[in-house]
């Protein structure tokens, strides 16, 4: 008999367990701490400002995560942890952990997952209420993620090059703000609720773009104007909130607001067909039951069919490696 | 360059998320409800009394996690889920996430882990103040969980056949029930907590041995007498709540509630002197950073040198594999 508990036991207690103990290394800086050396725990204590008995269990716990590597005492940063989390890296995303570990995020997941499956969505607007204050957190934590995506995003549909350029839901601004960068004839605007698209406008003026940004105050699903010549409209990160006929109403929208010739960029979570691969965005279908009343994943068929629907042609489907993010381009017909 | 994001992500984010979801599928019991067969999302989510887009959600990130199979439209249970969640299966362990994923258990682990990291221990007594509730949905819930453990420890120290058995911090009180199982002539002693070793008593009497079963009501750490001339003592899931001199302190009374010739069992979560491998007890020693003041995880040579202090002859060790405990024997001196 091959059955272990194993697997279930890590899962069911390991599995939060070791998000807190990625918070506690974020907060103790404890992979910027030890950058390119090696350290043992007394010296990694004395350089975080904690005990070295605490200091070992945490960094026992990230060498089984494969974010340390030990040898000896001495712990170093695996690769992933090199790029990805010590501040001083180009790359690092540590703070992301301050959306996706969220306390608010975690309360709403574990408030009562059995509820939601059985609703198929969680109580109320849940994390879609109007100016949720976890968007704001998510434009300020999330860019450095969003970064690489949308500098890729900016590569595959910058040909030709947009001169007009719609943001929906703009949060961090980053993808708009990207296509600012690479052309500098390219005008940006960014549509989101008020005190998030302030932090797009911040990103917008620290990128020296501010007079070529222009800003939307209010909800995608608002009556506010969403303008019309556009080049190029990006949905990034948010068909995913909301239902095929929400969905596709936006797209809609996004078709009478596009130029002649003009695109519809959209960034998700897109699982295969099968809908149990990649594992990211395969998982992210329960994150939205979970945290939306009616948001999911679609995969690119799906999303095919919805944009014929808003009147546009087959769409460009691009995996943005090494994100788990895709990228679906596509021309109004 | 072949880092990526994606453990982190998986870690920060998905390790949580991937808990409510387990913890969602055993309150809707999908596991029992699929049992031997195949269902689609539909048939499941009428059995559930769930709606199928939620279940598909569910389901399809079950088969991410390994413990569901899917063809087609079609979900199977995964060797683990039949043997260790169907609640038909003799060795289900599903209620487990009672204790592990309890709403208490998540909100100390994220109340504050950088700070336990900074201090080595949780704030206050945390999970081992007196009567803490916690122990009590301990002693409900992991009683399946500990049962294979229990009958394998049963039969590594069951020769020669103990009369006699201290068993400290009963808990559910298998252990020493294991004993009183397989020796018919064996009185059982269970000391904890009242409204735990409660449980402790319940068990002894489903297992018929309410009149070899007595117990002891107080704390290991009280002065309350152990009694004397036990053939073994069992210190099950206990010590890695205290540091070194309350161990050693614990270990010194069981030598001294020995008979001649007796034993103490130690059943632990024991890393190898790496303390970094096998995962799940290197793990372990995160888990009492967080969650008590002074708890920690000890390799072998430390327990063998605890036991030397304390008048004990060189320890057998044991894994009491496929779980991730470990037996530790040693003979009084």
Not at 10 to 34: M, P, S, W
Not at 85 to 111: K, M, N, T, Y
Not at 141 to 160: I, L, R, Y
Not at 234 to 245: E, G, K, T
């Amino acid at each position: 008999m091959t059955a272990s508990p194993r697997n279930f036991i890590d899962r069911v207690f390991f599995g939060f367990q070791n998000t807190a103990t990625l918070k506690a290394a974020l907060e103790l800086d404890v992979f910027t701490a030890i950058g390119n050396g090696v350290m043992d725990a007394d010296a990694l204590a004395a350089k975080c400002d904690a005990v070295p008995r605490g200091i070992a269990a945490l960094c026992d716990s990230l060498v089984v995560m494969g974010f340390l590597t030990k040898s000896g005492a001495g712990y170093a940063l695996a690769e992933d942890a090199a790029v990805f989390l010590d501040r001083s890296s180009p790359a690092c995303i540590a703070g992301i952990h301050e959306f996706l570990a969220a306390p608010e995020f975690i309360e709403l997941v574990f408030r009562d997952p059995a509820g939601a499956v059985r609703r198929g969505g969680a109580e109320g607007l849940a994390n879609v209420s109007p100016d949720n204050p976890i968007w704001i957190r998510f434009a300020r934590a999330m860019g450095p993620f969003m970064a690489p995506d949308a500098k890729m995003v900016a590569d595959h549909a910058g040909d030709p090059a947009p001169k007009k350029v719609l943001d929906i839901a703009a949060s961090h601004g980053l993808f708009g703000i990207a296509f600012g960068r690479r052309f500098p004839e390219c005008q940006v605007t960014g549509l989101d609720w008020g005190a998030v698209v302030a932090v797009a406008r911040e990103n917008a003026a620290a990128a020296g773009m501010a007079e070529r940004y222009n800003t939307i105050v209010g909800s995608a699903f608002e009556k506010v104007p969403w303008g019309e010549g556009y080049d190029l409209v990006l949905l990034p990160n948010f068909l995913h909130h909301f239902d095929r006929a929400a969905c596709t109403g936006l797209l809609r929208r996004a078709r009478a607001a596009l130029a002649p010739g003009g695109r519809v960029a959209i960034i998700e979570w897109i699982p295969n067909e099968d809908r149990v691969s990649p594992p990211a965005p395969a998982l992210f279908a329960m994150t939205m039951v979970l945290t939306t009343p009616k948001g999911t994943t679609y995969t690119a068929v799906e999303l095919a069919a919805m944009l014929a629907d808003a009147e546009f042609g087959t769409p460009t489907v691009i995996p943005l490696i090494p994100t788990p993010l895709t990228l679906v381009l596509s021309h109004g017909v």
